[in-house]
């Protein structure tokens, strides 16, 4: 049994205080529930701490939405996986498609930093998926197929053990269009095909893969319902307790 997560990637919104509210509304949402994914918040940098604070103790775990991949020095502007770990983080983003496209994140720069944060004992949230003209020309799977080998081959048992993927088509993220579960659920098993290839079918079978592109409540339940898919990587839809609370509980 792969476990399930829900995770809100916040972007670049909110600010300290404001994030430090909203953590507190879906902490209030959660209280005497038990959902059945374990719930991740991936606030901005500077939201880090305030959110950290508030989720300290609670079932509800925090991760970095990036990370640069050497310990410390003289790398302005970048904050290192000891830092991320220090506050408490669980998880990393890796690879998100926005830095991928527009800050220009290349394979050999994301496997370094998939790396980096396994070393520190971060969970690295390893994202890929296709552009609409790769899929109109059918290419997706082949597309996610290279961002897979590219950043994870060489992985030690233990380390691809603990990667998770998500899966994010480029033209369903912030865009209202989301791939049909069915779509998404055979990219997911392409997805274990090449970790079979690369690793072993017992170890790709455990791979946790998220999918993530216009996730709201709406949508959840059918795509969760896809024996494939172990959860969901959420971008708009998590900036607000009510419509992230339905996702984590979502009603068919
Ligand atoms: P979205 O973003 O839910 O707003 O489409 C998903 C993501 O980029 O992780």
Known sequence: MRRSIVAGNWKMHKDHTEGAGLAREILAGLEGTEPASEVVLIPPFTTLPAVTD?????????????????????????????????????????????????????????????????????????????????????????????????????????EIATTVVAYEPVWAIGTGRTATPQDAAEMHSGIRTVLE???????????????????????????????????????????TASTFLGIIFPSP
């Open 54 to 158: 508030v989720t300290r103790g609670s079932i509800v775990k925090t991760g970095g939405q990036d990370l640069y991949y050497e310990d410390e020095g003289a790398f302005t502007g970048e904050i290192s996986a000891r830092m991320l770990k220090s506050l408490g983080c669980t998880y990393v983003l890796v690879g998100h498609s926005e830095r991928r496209h527009i800050l220009g994140e290349r394979g050999d720069l994301l496997a370094k930093k998939l790396r980096a944060a396994l070393k520190a004992g971060l969970v690295p949230i390893f994202c890929v998926g296709e552009v609409l003209e790769q899929r109109e020309a059918g290419d997706a799977a082949a597309v996610v197929a290279a961002q897979i080998q590219e950043v994870l081959a060489g992985l030690s048992r233990d």
């Open 197 to 239: 290839d690369l690793f072993t079918p017992e170890l790709a079978e455990s791979t946790v893969i998220l999918y993530g592109g216009s996730v709201k409540p709406g949508n959840a339940a059918e795509l969760m319902a896809e024996e494939e898919i172990d959860g969901v990587l959420v971008g708009g839809a998590s900036l």
